[in-house]
């Protein structure tokens, strides 16, 4: 158990280092962001912390989220600022990002289109046009083939096989009942 000294903190997501096992970030409701440097839980930034990442190559560079996609980064781990692609965050309620998994500089996000940075966040090109008119609620990429980039809003799912575009929409076959709110790609099968 990673809980002692948590009472009833409710967390949307978490991420942890893969170079120190002992590094946990995670985002609570009402709660902010926190991280627990096993064993002690420390708050590093205030409001609803959503998704948290942290880099697979430097413990010390972490990304969090406070709602609607406002998406800050530290180089340190510990003083924040904000890497928004849109500044005052217009997307989800925990808006999707991910790191590329083979170039830590490389992040996504998705609003209602999806967004890329080559340079951790300091600057963002939008490499899609708004896919359905509503936020994106996921978004994956492809560990085997990093060109294959996954992205859904709530009912429909858009695929990229170029890391960039063209986007096509492959939502045919699933319940129309059905709600998307997360993708999960075959680590050796990029199209499944």
Request: proline share 6%.
């Amino acid at each position: 158990p990673k809980n002692s000294g948590l009472q009833i903190t409710q967390f949307y997501r978490i991420g942890s280092s893969v170079t120190n096992r002992d590094i946990i970030y995670g985002g609570t409701q009402d709660n902010g962001t926190s991280v627990c440097d096993i064993p002690t839980w420390a708050n590093v930034y205030g409001g609803d912390g959503m998704e948290c990442l942290v880099d697979y190559s430097n413990e010390f560079t972490v990304y969090l989220e406070v709602y609607y996609g406002s998406i800050k980064r530290s180089l340190n781990g510990g003083a924040f600022e904000d890497v928004s692609p849109i500044v005052g965050g217009t997307g989800d309620w925990v808006t999707p990002y991910i790191i590329h998994p083979t170039d830590p500089n490389t992040l996504y996000a998705g609003y209602r289109g999806v967004y890329k940075t080559l340079n951790q966040g300091n600057d963002w090109t939008k490499i899609s046009n708004s896919l359905s008119g509503n936020n994106l609620v996921s978004l994956a990429i492809s560990e085997s083939n990093p060109d294959f980039i996954y992205t859904a809003d709530i009912s429909s799912i858009f695929k990229t096989t170029t890391g960039e575009g063209p986007w096509i929409n492959i939502t045919a076959g699933l319940p129309s009942s059905a709600a998307i709110t997360y993708i999960a790609i075959d680590p050796k099968n990029p199209n499944r």
